[in-house]
């Protein structure tokens, strides 16, 4: 049975940060990474970053370049999201997911399973 379960959201003032968890069971990581994506109030799902199972890749979207860093423990037991300088428009449930496809890796709809989201308000 795979589980992502998220946690580290709450509300921030502009220009502050947060660090999101996401904490894997059941996944099996060869072949496999993890993804961050956050849906925007009115907006579809996009993806954020995502790293490698080795930890040693990480990809991540242009509005988040410099700002977010994605991280992992080395036995792959957890996930991070480390957001600095936050911004009004970074407001957004944040999705931790698993997915394969490394070249496509911001389509949401290509991921395979979903944690259920941690709310980032940013006021």
């Known amino acids: 049975h795979v589980q992502l379960v998220e946690s580290g959201g709450g509300l921030v003032q502009t220009g502050g940060s947060l660090t999101l968890s996401c904490i894997p069971h059941?996944?099996?990581?060869?072949?496999?990474?993890v993804v961050w994506f956050r849906q925007r109030p009115g907006e579809e799902r996009e993806g954020v970053a995502c790293?490698?199972?080795?930890?040693?890749?990480?990809q991540y979207a242009d509005f988040v370049m410099g700002r977010f860093t994605i991280s992992r423990d080395g036995d792959n037991s957890a996930f991070y999201l480390q957001m600095n300088d936050l911004k009004p428009d970074d407001t957004a449930v944040y999705y931790c997911?698993?997915?394969?496809?490394?070249?496509?890796?911001?389509?949401?709809?290509?991921?395979?399973?979903w944690g259920r989201g941690t709310q980032v308000t940013v006021s």
């Open positions: 059941g996944v099996t990581f060869p072949g496999r990474f």
């Open positions: 997911a698993t997915h394969t496809h490394w070249g496509k890796w911001a389509q949401p709809l290509l991921a395979e399973y």
């Open positions: 790293i490698s199972s080795g930890g040693i890749n990480m």
